[in-house]
DNA sequence: ATGGACCTTCCCACCATGGGAAGGTCAAGC
DNA sequence: GCTTGACCTTCCCATGGTGGGAAGGTCCAT
């Protein structure tokens, strides 16, 4: 193989300095979030510097939660220069209320969870207010 | 089709009567998570009282956050006459913790995007610490 | 008899990720 | 120059829970 002149580097090696498996960079790829890579002579897929730069933003995109189509929006504005911060930040804020009503919903449920395991026995016995509420 | 005798209904009517889809009713019975319904003689499912309870019973649990394979193990405990509290309470409280761990990883990434939403101007210009953040 | 509301099965989609098989390629050591 | 092992390729399948929709059969009231 033999990647002298430009460093350039597998798909492997790029795996490893963006922190996404290969796996998911094919996958990136095939659903258009990656350019296509140009391949050497065998077909091996081929990452230079700027690769790894937008695989580890996409990485720490998913590291907050964005969704993957979100992420093909953020790297669409972080690579045009005209772009506006307000439409960033709007994306953001609406993640953010999505991950809220996320946290809010599962608190309610440890809430009830929690409430109902504190009058559980939790002993040999079958009685149970959790069945109990289960069962209506 | 008469359902005289026994107040047997379709598949619809028990899906209004437990807020489970038939569509869902029909997955539950493909997982083997409910009982092969009997059929009419033209393959229509029929279900019963028993039948909507449990139905019921999986609607609570999924309400409450629980997989499908933790409602097969309570489905079971709550048939069960011999079944200790202790085995529901345990299966309860490791989904608590399950879901709040899910809560606190939603959290550290709510608190980390309201920071950076904060500093970022979200106005005309490009300048935005959220893309600086995801750009590393 | 017709129409509409219901039922059936079957396949596909979402979302993000991983597993694994079958086969090709590279580089190093012998 | 051959073997070996680590890498790469594509392709298919699975997860978990839910929904959409097509093509076709059934029930019942008008």
Redesign the interface.
Known sequence: MIMSVNREMTIGQAAKSSAVSAKMIRHYESIGLLHKAHRTEAGYRLYDETDV?TL??IQ??R???FPLETIRT?LA??R???????Q???L??R??AD??R??TE??A??R???H??HN?????????P??D????
């Open positions: 730069h580890r933003f720490r995109a590291s907050l939660g953020l504005l972080w045009n220069r005209r772009r506006s911060s307000a960033v930040k709007e953001s804020l993640h953010v991950l809220e996320k946290i599962m608190q449920m440890v009830t969870l929690k109902l395991a559980c026995h939790g002993d040999d016995r079958p009685d149970c959790i069945l509420d289960l069962a209506g």
